[in-house]
Nanobody
């Protein structure tokens, strides 16, 4: 079992930045591919970014490529999402997720955080 807790959400003006952080409970955090998703009432759940267990491989959705950066620290059991050039359409609940495989992370992650609200004002 992996317990994930997100932090760092909030209200920011368009063009601003936020950094989300996800802390994992498990000592074998480095075994897990990790990623970030978001959900809005109108668009459903959207994959944003993922990183392999070692952090050597990252992947991004086109909607955030060049603006968001995922990073992980396996010594601290954390995975972060740096969000720059935020837009009002980035407003959503953001979730951290994990799975033992990269494919599982993209399709249906086994572990989820509780979510953190990000609101971007115009």
């Amino acid at each position: 079992q992996v317990h994930l807790v997100e932090s760092g959400g909030g209200l920011v003006q368009a063009g601003g930045s936020l950094r989300l952080s996800c802390a994992a409970s498990r000592r074998t955090f480095s075994d897990y591919a990790m990623g970030w998703f978001r959900q809005t009432p109108g668009k459903g759940l959207e994959f944003l970014a993922g990183t392999s267990s070692s952090g050597a491989y990252t992947v991004y959705a086109d909607s955030v490529k060049g603006r968001f950066t995922i990073s992980r620290d396996n010594a601290e059991n954390t995975v972060d999402l740096q969000m720059n050039s935020l837009k009002p359409e980035d407003t959503a609940v953001y979730y951290c997720a994990g799975d033992l495989t990269n494919e599982g992370l993209r399709r249906e992650p086994r572990y989820w955080g509780q979510g953190t609200q990000v609101t971007v004002s115009s």
